[in-house]
């Protein structure tokens, strides 16, 4: 296994059904993955997000409304449990800002977000600091690259909010507008931020489409300006809905999850416009909820919530997908992430 700089490159999968976390090892050269642990948790895991230092992960315990934080052992990937606290109904995502010291989370059934202190331990504070009702079916969480605005999609209220954060003291407050409603065919489910912060990518549920949006560079409000469909002209729409998108680290490419036409969909980006070309889909295992693409850029790694299996892919220098790989990871693989971890 090639390491550069870190002391492990790790693929986490979150095993709905078997209540358990699966490691795998990520060899750098060639994208290829090995069974290295598996952590029964206390109740069932779906998303799941890492600190920006590498050290912990974050789990969403959908089933009883629960966070968890897990300490990530950095030679090996094995996980400590840190920490359990109440969140709320079915928490659908979350994300620490960038300073790390707070999580994000989007309620998909409580229909709020929620800001927690992330101590210096690695554990989560026992109470939110700050809670914030907002409108049916919370789904996405995006922060931008300054720590001052945050973005959260969602898909039954057709919303995506724009907050102002104060990284200080950890509080979000609303920007003007509050929020900006989305066509009704949308239902925007993940969002992600350019790198450059310039634009805001939405994949839409409901639309089986992705959803290009202006930031404002002073308000940091959003404004659509473009919508390219992520399934082909002759699959029925109603067949599929779109899950997890997400941008490469160098800002040129986009991918989003087809679950239906069982697909990952590729766009490539115009770094001056931020609008997208479609590069068409690629064939995933049934039912892709999750994929995580490695921090090189390099490698996309696609989670078969149907089947069980992942598949591994090569990003291209155009941006195209090419199956390296097929592993086994378990029954109802919910979430897929990539994490290196330093020594």
Same mark, same amino acid.
């Given at each position: 296994?090639?390491?550069?700089?870190?002391?492990?490159?790790?693929?986490?999968?979150?095993?709905?059904?078997?209540? &358990?976390?699966?490691?795998?090892?990520?060899?750098?050269?060639?994208?290829?993955?090995?069974?290295?642990?598996?952590?029964?948790?206390? =109740?069932? #895991?779906?998303?799941?997000?890492?600190?920006?230092?590498?050290?912990?992960?974050?789990? %969403?315990?959908?089933?009883?409304?629960?966070?968890?934080?897990?300490?990530?052992?950095?030679?090996?990937?094995?996980?400590? +449990?840190?920490?359990?606290?109440? /969140?709320?109904?079915?928490?659908?995502?979350?994300?620490?800002?960038?300073?790390?010291?707070?999580?994000?989370? &989007?309620?998909?059934?409580?229909?709020?977000?929620?800001?927690?202190?992330?101590?210096?331990?690695?554990? +989560?504070?026992?109470?939110?600091?700050?809670?914030? #009702?907002?409108?049916?079916?919370?789904?996405?969480?995006?922060?931008?690259?300054?720590?001052?605005?945050?973005?959260?999609?969602?898909? /039954? =209220?057709?919303?995506?909010?724009?907050?102002?954060? @104060?990284?200080?003291?950890?509080?979000?407050?609303?920007?003007?507008?509050?929020?900006?409603?989305?066509?009704?065919?949308?239902?925007?489910?993940?969002?992600?931020?350019?790198?450059?912060?310039?634009?805001?990518?939405?994949?839409?549920?409901?639309?089986?489409?992705?959803?290009?949006?202006?930031?404002?560079?002073?308000?940091?409000?959003?404004?659509?300006?473009?919508? !390219?469909?992520?399934?082909?002209?002759?699959?029925?729409?109603?067949?599929?809905?779109?899950?997890?998108?997400?941008?490469? #680290? @160098?800002?040129?490419?986009?991918?989003?999850?087809?679950?239906?036409?069982?697909?990952?969909?590729?766009?490539?980006?115009?770094?001056?416009?931020?609008?997208?070309? %479609?590069?068409?889909?690629? &064939?995933?295992?049934?039912?892709?909820?999750?994929?995580?693409?490695?921090?090189?850029?390099?490698?996309?790694?696609?989670?078969?919530?149907? %089947?069980?299996?992942?598949?591994?892919?090569?990003?291209?220098?155009?941006?195209?997908?090419?199956? !390296?790989?097929?592993?086994?990871?378990?029954?109802?693989?919910?979430?897929?992430?990539?994490?290196?971890?330093?020594?």
């Amino acid at each position: 296994m090639e390491k550069v700089g870190v002391a492990g490159n790790w693929l986490f999968v979150s095993l709905l059904q078997e209540k &358990a976390i699966v490691t795998f090892e990520r060899d750098l050269a060639s994208g290829q993955i090995l069974r290295r642990g598996r952590t029964v948790c206390p =109740a069932e #895991p779906a998303i799941m997000s890492a600190s920006r230092s590498g050290d912990l992960l974050f789990v %969403s315990l959908r089933s009883t409304g629960q966070l968890a934080s897990y300490r990530i052992e950095g030679s090996t990937g094995a996980l400590k +449990l840190l920490s359990i606290v109440g /969140g709320g109904e079915d928490p659908a995502y979350l994300q620490t800002d960038r300073s790390g010291r707070y999580l994000f989370t &989007a309620y998909y059934a409580g229909n709020k977000v929620t800001v927690h202190r992330v101590l210096a331990d690695g554990r +989560l504070s026992a109470t939110p600091l700050q809670t914030v #009702p907002t409108a049916a079916r919370a789904h996405g969480i995006a922060v931008d690259t300054k720590n001052l605005g945050v973005f959260v999609s969602h898909t /039954g =209220a057709n919303r995506i909010y724009q907050f102002q954060f @104060d990284p200080k003291h950890g509080r979000l407050t609303a920007a003007e507008p509050p929020y900006l409603t989305t066509p009704d065919s949308h239902h925007p489910r993940h969002l992600m931020l350019h790198p450059s912060d310039r634009w805001a990518y939405t994949s839409d549920e409901a639309g089986d489409s992705i959803s290009i949006y202006d930031v404002d560079s002073t308000t940091s409000a959003l404004k659509l300006k473009q919508t !390219v469909s992520s399934i082909p002209g002759d699959f029925d729409g109603v067949k599929n809905s779109t899950a997890r998108c997400e941008i490469t #680290p @160098d800002g040129r490419y986009i991918y989003v999850a087809n679950r239906g036409h069982d697909s990952i969909a590729g766009f490539a980006i115009d770094q001056n416009t931020g609008m997208v070309r %479609s590069l068409g889909q690629f &064939a995933t295992e049934p039912t892709p909820r999750s994929f995580s693409i490695s921090a090189d850029g390099r490698y996309l790694y696609a989670a078969g919530q149907a %089947s069980g299996r992942l598949v591994v892919y090569r990003i291209g220098e155009t941006g195209h997908l090419t199956n !390296v790989g097929r592993f086994e990871s378990g029954p109802v693989s919910w979430s897929a992430l990539c994490v290196d971890t330093t020594d």
